[in-house]
C-alpha cells in the first residue's frame, strides 16, 4: 500500500483570521514543502452573501505519507477506532477522505469532525483485493506501535 497523495482544502470564513486559517497547512506539511508548494486560494461568495476562501494544497511524494502518519499518529485513540470501524464509509474507490477539526488543530490536536473541517483526501495505490485489509494496518500500526 502507497499513499501517493493528499489533497488538503479548508474554508476560511469572513469572521475567520485568514492567516490562522493559512497556519492549518503547517500543522499538516513541513514547512520546506509549503515553501515549495504553497496553498492555492480561491475567493468566492458564499450562500448568504459573505465572503469565502478557499484554501487548497495538493501534496506528492514522500511529503503525502508523512501527512497521513502524522494524521493517524496523532488522533486521540478513539478517533483511530471510529475510524476503523467507519473505514468503508469513509473511502470511494482508492481514496480515504477524513475530515479534522479545524479548531483542534489549530490548536495543534488531531480530531475527527464533521462541523466546518480541514478536509483531506488520501490517494492510496495498493491492491484491490486487499485494499481494506492493507489500509486498516497501515493505520493500526501507525496508531499503535510504540
Same mark, same amino acid.
Given at each position: 500500500? +502507497?499513499?501517493? #497523495?493528499?489533497?488538503? $482544502?479548508?474554508? #476560511?470564513?469572513?469572521?475567520?483570521?485568514? +492567516?490562522?486559517? *493559512?497556519? =492549518?497547512? !503547517?500543522? =499538516?506539511?513541513?514547512?520546506?514543502?509549503? *515553501?515549495?508548494?504553497?496553498? %492555492?486560494?480561491?475567493?468566492?461568495?458564499?450562500?448568504?452573501?459573505?465572503?469565502?476562501?478557499?484554501? @487548497?494544497?495538493?501534496?506528492?511524494?514522500?511529503?503525502?505519507? !508523512?501527512?497521513?502518519?502524522?494524521?493517524? /499518529?496523532?488522533?486521540?485513540?478513539?478517533?483511530?477506532?471510529?475510524?476503523?470501524? %467507519?473505514?468503508?464509509? @469513509?473511502?470511494?474507490?482508492?481514496?480515504?477522505?477524513?475530515?479534522?477539526? /479545524?479548531?483542534? =488543530?489549530?490548536?495543534? /490536536?488531531? @480530531?475527527? %469532525?464533521? #462541523?466546518?473541517?480541514?478536509?483531506? @483526501?488520501? %490517494?492510496? $495505490?495498493?491492491? #484491490?483485493?486487499?485494499?481494506?485489509?492493507?489500509? $486498516? !494496518?497501515?493505520?493500526?500500526?501507525?496508531?499503535?506501535?510504540?
Amino acid at each position: 500500500m +502507497k499513499i501517493s #497523495s493528499v489533497f488538503i $482544502r479548508v474554508f #476560511s470564513h469572513a469572521t475567520e483570521d485568514e +492567516k490562522k486559517v *493559512k497556519e =492549518l497547512f !503547517s500543522r =499538516l506539511v513541513s514547512p520546506e514543502y509549503l *515553501k515549495k508548494f504553497p496553498p %492555492s486560494e480561491e475567493r468566492v461568495k458564499g450562500h448568504y452573501g459573505d465572503e469565502l476562501i478557499i484554501m @487548497r494544497l495538493r501534496v506528492r511524494g514522500k511529503e503525502s505519507l !508523512s501527512v497521513f502518519e502524522r494524521v493517524v /499518529k496523532n488522533l486521540p485513540k478513539e478517533d483511530v477506532e471510529y475510524l476503523l470501524l %467507519s473505514l468503508e464509509r @469513509r473511502t470511494h474507490g482508492q481514496n480515504l477522505f477524513l475530515r479534522l477539526d /479545524k479548531q483542534a =488543530l489549530y490548536l495543534g /490536536k488531531f @480530531r475527527l %469532525s464533521q #462541523s466546518d473541517p480541514v478536509h483531506l @483526501r488520501f %490517494s492510496v $495505490r495498493g491492491y #484491490s483485493k486487499t485494499f481494506f485489509k492493507d489500509l $486498516r !494496518s497501515a493505520i493500526m500500526e501507525i496508531a499503535y506501535k510504540g
